[in-house]
């Protein structure tokens, strides 16, 4: 009787083993979590200080939008660019916005563009679109992260002075 209680405690440590759970590798858990993530969407999009009061994830992005065309139509209805090329009623320009809230404009032009000279529209874009307000990076994770995207632009039509 004596010995019962000790080989109690040892049944106790023994079975324990059968217990163990198995512990994932971190190379596992790693790749697991790369799957989930989604890597062609962001958790915040990028804003600007007039859209942040905006909640909805949704409408935030439709006012950056809306925001990013606005100024950048505004800032190439003060050049010529109407009246040079007549025919362009729209460009698409690829905005690429860095984490560092930094941005880079690149026209977006169809293969068939031999009716304007691309480089010229190009350097006017470059010489307009500067000093925009602050635009905040979009958010992954946590993390700022560069996004792209295209804006349709409409030119408006000047009427040439007489």
């Known amino acids: 009787m004596k010995q019962f ?6 049944l106790f440590i023994s079975s324990c083993q059968y217990f163990e759970k198995q512990i994932p590798s971190e190379k596992e858990l790693l790749q ?7 890597w062609k969407e962001v958790d915040e999009f990028p804003s600007v200080v007039d859209c942040e009061k905006v909640n909805d994830k949704k409408l935030r992005q439709q006012c950056f939008f809306e925001v990013m065309a606005q100024l950048i139509q505004e800032k190439l209805d003060i050049d010529t660019l109407s009246i040079l090329y007549p025919e362009l009623d729209t460009i698409e ?11 880079k404009f ?18 006017i874009l470059q010489a307009r679109l500067v000093d ?4 905040n990076p979009a958010i992954k994770r946590g993390v700022p992260v560069k996004t792209q995207l ?4 409409i030119i408006k039509a000047k009427e040439e002075k007489k």
């Open 32 to 38: 697991k979590e790369l799957k989930s993530i989604n």
């Open 150 to 153: 295209i804006l349709p632009i």
């Open 93 to 103: 320009v690829k905005v690429t916005i860095f984490p560092n809230s930094s941005m």
């Open 5 to 10: 209680p000790f080989f109690i405690i040892l």
């Open 132 to 135: 925009f307000p602050k635009v």
């Open 106 to 123: 690149e026209p977006q032009f169809t293969k068939d563009s031999v009716a304007y000279d691309t480089i010229k529209i190009d350097s």
